[in-house]
């Protein structure tokens, strides 16, 4: 039977793409990495990987498919070695958390401070990503639980709402409809449209104005949040999105407006992501409680 050893050779060998980084990783040869895998693979009777000459290793279909589960089991031995030393009860170990880079700035260090307060030997491991990046991550088993919004959503994937997060057009300070309380899309249809393209918002942003039946003049389209609050403040066009944060000024320090949409669109909510058919470990259970009560309690104010 193979060991949480091989496994964890195994999983290291996936993260660097090689022996070679995987051995400095954990401080060991290269050999016993090589003789790792290569028993792993015999007593499960698979190819984990595909060997590529002077090119590391990449994962085969097989290899992805254990990936996580051996993620998890690894997670599940060391949240069992905590128990059994028994810590006063804390949270202690590592998570890996995913987070959608939009909002992640100015709602995750809040949180993981407060989080590191109450749980000190706790460890986070942050991974960001776009919306399609962070489901991505936790299928592959890079990441435990997710903070994303509620888009892309797939039955394997459980979901549990934090928050509802309104839907805003943003605008140069100076514009004609800057001083409106809200702002109807067909309002500002004609006029150029800053896109924010990264996959799954871009379709998402695109489906709203298509669902009112507009078209919309895309003059800049850019993966970059705050590129796209940039152009806006420089009167490049107007944009839409979720993520408010506090600051209303670019980082080239001109003025940015945000209204409410006035146009009745799906309300989106942000939230905890996690695979459904994996068990949550101690530590991941604990840190959804924590945000359940730090966004029930209003600490996170703009998301």
């Known amino acids: 039977m193979f060991t949480l ?13 090689g022996v070679t980084g995987a051995a400095r990783r954990l401080n060991v040869s290269q050999p016993s990495i090589s003789a790792a895998i290569a028993e792993l693979e015999r007593r499960l009777g698979l190819q984990l990987f595909l060997r590529h000459h002077a090119q590391g290793l990449s994962l085969s279909a097989a290899g992805r498919r254990l990936l996580g589960q051996a993620r ?17 009860g804390g949270l202690a170990g590592q998570l890996d958390l995913g ?30 990503a776009h919306v399609r990046g962070v489901l991505d991550e936790l299928r592959g088993g890079l990441s435990e639980v997710a903070l994303t919004y509620d888009l892309d959503l797939r039955p394997d994937i459980l979901f549990e709402p934090l928050g509802e997060v ?54 800049y389209e850019t993966g970059s949040f705050e590129m796209v609050r940039g152009l806006v403040a420089n009167g490049l066009g107007y944009s839409i999105m979720h993520s ?27 939230g905890l992501a ?10 991941s259970a604990g840190f959804a409680q924590f945000c359940r009560d730090h966004f029930a309690t209003g600490q996170s104010e703009s998301m």
């Open 274 to 283: 996690r695979l459904a058919q994996l068990r949550p470990t101690r530590l």
């Open 72 to 88: 998890q089991l690894i997670a599940h031995a060391d949240e069992l070695q905590l128990t059994a030393l028994d810590l006063g």
């Open 99 to 128: 987070c959608f880079i939009t909002f992640a700035p100015w709602v995750v260090p809040g949180l993981l401070r407060g989080f590191a307060r109450q749980f000190p030997e706790a460890r986070v491991r942050l991974h960001e």
């Open 244 to 270: 408010k944060p506090p600051s209303t000024r670019s980082l080239d320090n001109r003025r940015l407006v945000y209204r409410p949409i006035a146009d009745r669109v799906r309300p989106t909510e942000l």
């Open 5 to 17: 050893k091989h496994l964890t050779y195994f999983i290291a060998a996936a993260d660097a793409e």
């Open 166 to 219: 309104p839907l805003h057009v943003v605008l140069p300070a100076n514009h004609r409809l800057a001083r409106r309380r809200e702002v109807r899309l067909a309002d500002l249809a004609k006029e150029p449209l800053v896109l924010l393209g990264l996959p799954q918002s871009r379709e998402y942003f695109l489906s709203i104005f298509y669902a009112l039946r507009l078209e919309p003049r895309i003059a």
